[in-house]
């Protein structure tokens, strides 16, 4: 058990890839062997991670389960893994979506089915080992390893224009890679130069003292990376196509876990690494602009598409805007707001596209145009795909909700401007997603296609009650959630805004009072002036 205990990230992360090998030696013709081999390899890395959610010691404020062995001596780069609160959601979420997506994929795939198994596997290692790592080299293999898999999934079995996506989505993110990988190298070489030790250890290269104008270069080095990645405006192209022409597990994943990466790489390196520049006011308003730019545009042109899939791929670019205005508004409700958020999209829109996906597979069209009153041969299908559609909304008692509520509060606290703008949002998802839901299952059942379909079948329940489940469980309780967020985002917020706590000397655990009225954010120079008075008060104690 203590073995287990200390070495439960390697087992996590390596169960995927050991299930990926095995699949390897089963013959193509044992189709139902394939299968239960990758959803039996997916369930159990789900159930080994569970107990990372109870055993994480929240009061804790630095990271646990630490594995870390000499890799690569010669230049720094070492097998070190690691979790805190961020992380561990991440970790969380991508385990029970990486089993979630594999089990959709049941009967929906039926050509090279060793191969897609097999890539699906590869790819849940690499998503985890982006959140696991502490490590900058690993965590650039990880990064790489992750986008070869879904180049193939989209690419072999995507849609018509499958080729057209799949080479956007991997030119897309090798360009933002080769960015990020400067960026790092510059931090690197920086340690070195100040330390006189090569290291690429993600904790050790958070205590460099870099000058503003270099951490701004560095910053948008990064900053290329991760926008891609989310996307935000105006990187977000590729996004619609990659959605649109990838299998049903492949937009599962692509939206709920591989978008997230690019917010994580902001919370995880841009922030505590690169303070000043964060928190530089060319910086703020910049990525303010952009988050609220992609929250009215994506609803926008969400409300346009006749395509079920773009509809709800289209909504990701607006929901990502919210997290991202979170995370920019530097305090701790938005800090917190955007990373919970980032765990509610991935629920939410991940289930969103399982419902596309079960009615493709049944009518091979996702034409809006083509359904109507489908509530009266699918009520169960219809029940969970409102559920479903009112957490990605927001409405209360869901996830979507908590999140929401948290990040505009941080907002308002900040500029009631950005919270009045980012508000448009909401109420243009509420429009696309009750104009879709009415239009497909509403109405007369006039198309004598869809007379005979079959409702939910016990599997395809078993996809999305889990996250119902998880929905209405943030959405009703989500003091958990914000307990494990507490340490890391006070351990942020001192790095990139040093002076807020001092001026705002409640905000411990603020998120988690979610009645308590939202406080006027203090200028920098009020936080500053905060700072010098608690330093006098400490030297006349002494």
Do not use: C
């Amino acid at each position: 058990m203590t073995w287990i205990h200390d070495h439960i990230l390697t087992v996590v992360l390596f169960i995927p890839l050991a299930g990926a090998i095995l699949i390897m030696f089963l013959p193509k013709e044992n189709k139902n062997g394939v299968r239960w081999a990758a959803n039996l390899t997916a369930f159990l890395g789900f159930l080994v991670s569970v107990p990372l959610f109870f055993w994480f010691d929240s009061s804790v404020g630095e990271f646990q389960f630490v594995e870390k062995v000499e890799w690569i001596p010669s230049i720094g780069a070492n097998y070190s893994l690691g979790l805190d609160g961020i992380s561990l959601l991440l970790v969380l979420l991508t385990t029970i979506l990486g089993f979630i997506a594999i089990l959709s994929s049941w009967t929906s795939i039926n050509e090279r089915l060793k191969e897609y198994y097999v890539f699906l596997l590869l790819l849940q290692t690499g998503m985890l080992g982006v959140f696991m790592t502490l490590d900058f080299f690993l965590f650039y293999v990880f990064w790489e390893v992750m986008l070869v898999p879904m180049y193939f999934l989209i690419g072999i079995w995507g849609g018509a224009r499958k080729l057209y996506a799949a080479i956007k989505f991997f030119l897309y993110t090798l360009v933002g890679s080769v960015l990020m990988l400067l960026g790092i190298l510059a931090l690197y070489f920086i340690n070195r130069s100040q330390t006189g030790v090569a290291t690429f250890d993600i904790v050790a290269l958070q205590n460099l003292n870099i000058p503003v104008n270099l951490q701004l270069w560095i910053f948008f080095a990064f900053f290329v990376a991760f926008a891609i990645k989310v996307p935000m405006f105006p990187f977000h192209t590729w996004l619609p196509d990659a959605h649109v022409e990838a299998p049903t597990a492949g937009s599962v994943i692509l939206a709920g876990v591989l978008l997230k990466m690019g917010t994580y790489g902001f919370v995880r390196f841009s922030l505590p690494m690169l303070p000043d520049a964060s928190s530089h006011p060319m910086v703020v308003n910049l990525m303010i602009t952009l988050s609220l730019i992609a929250i009215i545009y994506g609803g926008l042109v969400s409300l346009m598409q006749k395509d079920w899939k773009k509809l709800v791929a289209y909504s990701s670019v607006s929901h990502m805007g919210f997290i991202t205005l979170g995370i920019f508004t530097l305090n701790p409700n938005g800090l917190s707001g955007g990373i919970l958020q980032q765990i509610n999209h991935g629920i939410s829109t991940g289930a969103l596209f399982l419902i596309v996906g079960i009615i493709y597979e049944r009518r091979h069209t996702r034409e809006i145009s083509e359904f109507g009153g489908l509530s009266n041969v699918m009520p169960v299908y219809a029940t969970m795909f409102l559920i479903v559609a009112m957490s990605s909304l927001g409405l209360p008692t869901l996830n979507g909700f908590i999140g929401e509520f948290v990040i505009l509060q941080g907002a308002f606290e900040e500029n009631w401007v950005w919270a009045a703008l980012a508000v448009t949002g909401i109420i243009l998802a509420a429009a696309y997603l009750l104009w879709l839901y009415q239009r497909t299952m509403f109405g007369p059942l006039d198309n004598p296609k869809n007379k005979n379909l079959k409702d939910l079948n016990f599997r395809e329940m078993m996809t999305l009650v889990p996250l119902i489940i998880l929905a209405f469980w943030i959405g009703l309780y989500p003091k958990p959630f914000f307990r494990i967020l507490e340490q890391p985002v006070q351990k942020i917020m001192e790095r990139v805004r040093p002076a807020y706590y001092a001026a705002h000397p409640d905000a411990f655990g603020a998120p988690a009072r979610l009645n308590a009225a939202a406080q006027p954010s203090a200028s920098l120079e009020t936080e500053a002036a905060a700072v010098r008075s608690a330093e006098k008060r400490a030297g006349a104690s002494r």
